[in-house]
């Protein structure tokens, strides 16, 4: 069985291999700060990182600076044949928040809104994904989880350094909340963020390098300058995330961190995410709201759905597996909705529903995507685009839910 850091290891020679000098370039970064391989090592993988941010221009695949990857191979090889000083030390991932029973309602002349119980753990190192469309109390719960709105029911039991407290106070040093919409704040970057790990601890040399460290590794490099003003929407969420991972939280909350965001940077954000939930040093408790389900769904190790205030489920994506009693098929093709309709009268338990871009198939378990193929296919239609999404929470999305 392979240890962590042969993993690790493996990880960043097939990144160099396919040339994603991204994701290698960030995960060597890693290796060095979760393992004592050397200052030296250290600051090589920081110095290359910070070349690789400079050279990299928006919109293109490729590097300017063709030496680069020969540049990660060489430090890399070093790196391999050196034995760490030190191994981290691996303990069982601590549970941070024991989350019983929490409820809210709200009333008004017009519109009244009840977050029924819900009981959840915030473990190290785990990553919960919040899901449900608008409207159906996924802020909610994240302002209870953070403490910026009381519970009407239930109760949250924190640990800090594994002692329960309930002083909001203490709590509030160890959770960084980054809400939809952003505050404004003034100055680049750079003094933003050396000022934020000031005032958690880190002074002069132990400041700059803690600084360097989260700029090169989220990618602010060439941005390090700019002003709120400057910056997209992507990457001021980028330095709300940086500004949070300055001072090491245990919890990072965040509320639909991908609403503004391309493709792209939608899943280089969530494999950061995971990477940081993943951390040797410090493996941080992530819970986020999203709607983009299919995204969530690769790097959360549990799934909370929320319909009308309602946990309709809380688990892990195995747990939704064992759960399933029928089939359910995302598809679209050179057929019409008469014409499946049509093709399907025969199975049993069949419901399709017809969106701008697919059709959604949910029927007895009994059928299988081959009988669909073999039937759409031997009916001379073509296929052009088909998602198992039987064993995705995203079925939970369907009204009959």
Same mark, same amino acid.
């Given at each position: 069985?392979?240890?962590?850091?042969?993993?690790?290891?493996?990880?960043?020679?097939?990144?160099?291999?396919?040339? &994603?000098?991204?994701?290698?370039?960030?995960?060597?970064? $890693?290796?060095?700060?979760?393992?004592? #391989?050397?200052?030296?090592?250290?600051?090589?993988?920081?110095?290359?990182?910070?070349?690789?941010?400079?050279?990299?221009?928006?919109?293109?695949?490729?590097?300017?600076?063709?030496?680069?990857?020969?540049?990660?191979?060489?430090?890399? &090889?070093?790196?391999?044949?050196?034995?760490?000083?030190?191994? !981290?030390?691996?303990?069982?991932?601590?549970?941070? /928040?024991?989350?019983?029973?929490?409820?809210?309602?709200?009333?008004?002349?017009?519109?009244?809104?009840?977050?029924?119980?819900?009981?959840?753990?915030?473990?190290?190192?785990?990553?919960?994904?919040?899901?449900?469309?608008? @409207?159906?109390?996924?802020?909610?719960?994240?302002?209870?989880?953070? @403490?910026?709105?009381?519970?009407?029911?239930?109760?949250?039991?924190?640990?800090?350094?594994?002692?329960?407290?309930?002083?909001?106070?203490?709590?509030?040093?160890?959770?960084?909340?980054?809400?939809?919409?952003?505050?404004?704040?003034?100055?680049?970057?750079?003094?933003?963020?050396?000022?934020?790990?000031?005032?958690? @601890?880190?002074?002069?040399?132990?400041?700059?390098?803690?600084?360097?460290?989260?700029?090169?590794?989220?990618?602010?490099?060439?941005?390090?300058?700019?002003?709120?003003?400057?910056?997209?929407?992507?990457?001021?969420?980028? #330095?709300?995330? /940086?500004?949070?991972?300055?001072?090491?939280?245990?919890?990072?909350?965040?509320?639909? !961190?991908? =609403?503004?965001? &391309?493709?792209?940077?939608?899943?280089?954000?969530?494999?950061?995410?995971?990477?940081?939930? $993943?951390?040797?040093?410090?493996?941080?408790?992530?819970?986020?709201?999203?709607?983009?389900?299919?995204?969530?769904?690769?790097? =959360? &190790?549990?799934?909370?759905?929320?319909?009308?205030?309602? =946990?309709?489920?809380?688990?892990?994506?195995?747990?939704?597996?064992?759960?399933?009693?029928?089939?359910?098929?995302?598809? *679209? @093709?050179?057929?019409?909705?008469?014409?499946?309709?049509?093709?399907?009268?025969?199975?049993?338990?069949?419901?399709?529903?017809?969106?701008?871009?697919?059709?959604?198939?949910?029927?007895?378990?009994?059928?299988?995507?081959?009988?669909?193929?073999?039937?759409?296919?031997?009916?001379?239609?073509?296929?052009?685009? #088909?998602? *198992?999404?039987?064993?995705?929470?995203?079925?939970?999305?369907? $009204?009959?839910?």
């Amino acid at each position: 069985m392979q240890t962590e850091l042969e993993k690790r290891i493996g990880e960043i020679d097939l990144c160099l291999l396919n040339e &994603d000098l991204n994701r290698a370039g960030q995960r060597l970064l $890693d290796l060095t700060y979760d393992y004592e #391989f050397g200052q030296a090592y250290r600051e090589s993988s920081l110095e290359l990182r910070k070349k690789y941010n400079e050279g990299k221009e928006l919109g293109r695949a490729k590097h300017a600076n063709e030496s680069l990857s020969a540049e990660y191979r060489s430090l890399f &090889d070093s790196i391999v044949q050196v034995k760490p000083q030190s191994l !981290p030390a691996l303990p069982p991932l601590k549970v941070l /928040a024991s989350i019983s029973g929490i409820g809210k309602q709200f009333r008004s002349r017009l519109h009244n809104f009840h977050f029924r119980p819900i009981s959840i753990e915030l473990v190290q190192g785990t990553i919960i994904g919040l899901v449900g469309e608008n @409207g159906n109390g996924k802020t909610t719960l994240l302002r209870m989880i953070c @403490g910026d709105l009381a519970e009407d029911e239930g109760s949250i039991e924190y640990y800090i350094d594994g002692l329960s407290t309930n002083d909001w106070q203490l709590i509030k040093k160890k959770i960084a909340f980054i809400p939809q919409r952003q505050e404004r704040w003034y100055g680049t970057i750079q003094d933003k963020l050396s000022f934020n790990a000031a005032i958690k @601890g880190y002074r002069g040399e132990l400041n700059t390098e803690k600084v360097d460290f989260i700029i090169h590794r989220m990618g602010l490099t060439n941005f390090r300058e700019l002003s709120w003003n400057q910056l997209s929407g992507g990457y001021k969420l980028r #330095f709300e995330i /940086a500004m949070a991972l300055v001072w090491d939280p245990a919890v990072l909350i965040l509320d639909e !961190p991908l =609403a503004n965001l &391309d493709i792209q940077a939608q899943e280089l954000l969530l494999q950061d995410l995971r990477n940081l939930a $993943d951390s040797l040093r410090n493996p941080v408790s992530i819970i986020l709201s999203s709607q983009q389900l299919h995204e969530v769904e690769t790097v =959360a &190790d549990r799934i909370i759905f929320l319909k009308n205030g309602n =946990a309709i489920f809380n688990g892990s994506l195995h747990e939704f597996r064992q759960q399933e009693t029928s089939r359910t098929f995302e598809i *679209n @093709g050179s057929f019409t909705y008469q014409e499946l309709q049509k093709l399907l009268e025969g199975w049993s338990d069949v419901r399709i529903e017809q969106s701008a871009s697919s059709f959604t198939i949910s029927c007895s378990a009994a059928h299988s995507k081959e009988e669909l193929f073999r039937l759409l296919l031997g009916n001379n239609y073509s296929i052009e685009y #088909f998602r *198992n999404i039987s064993g995705s929470t995203k079925k939970l999305f369907s $009204d009959k839910y």
